[in-house]
């Protein structure tokens, strides 16, 4: 079964940076789009980034210019820079991976990791 295990979350003041990281374990064979997603308190569950496996990156506009994507499809890890963070990101950050082909599996899946909290606050 493919998991993933999302770190780096934690407490910072606004104007500071994190790094989260998001690693995919199992018997994968190719990940075909990796992103991260956030849900803040009352709110909807909402895209952040996402990258191809060919490097084609997508940012939602709260956090272009601010946010970094980037994945190494080697050892099927994405992450995450946050630069300039601001009270309005603080969420539970997700890790998402679409179009998952494993040897055991027919066609790609679609796998939801549990979560980390980021939190900006003074």
């Known amino acids: 079964q493919v998991q993933l295990v999302e770190t780096g979350g934690g407490l910072v003041q606004p104007g500071g940076s994190l790094r989260l990281s998001c690693a995919a374990s199992?018997?994968?064979?190719?990940?075909?789009?990796m992103g991260w997603w956030r849900q803040a308190p009352g709110q909807r569950r909402e895209l952040v980034a996402d990258?191809?496996?060919?490097?084609?990156?997508n940012y939602a506009r709260p956090v272009k210019g601010r946010f970094t994507i980037s994945r190494d499809n080697a050892d099927n890890t994405v992450h995450l820079q946050m630069n300039s963070l601001q009270p309005d990101d603080t969420a539970v950050y997700y890790c998402?991976?679409?179009?998952?082909?494993?040897?055991?599996?027919?066609?790609?899946?679609?796998?939801w990791g549990n979560g980390t909290l980021v939190t900006v606050s003074s």
């Open positions: 199992g018997n994968i064979i190719s990940i075909d789009i």
């Open positions: 990258i191809t496996s060919g490097n084609t990156r």
């Open positions: 998402k991976a679409v179009g998952v082909l494993t040897k055991d599996r027919r066609g790609g899946s679609t796998i």
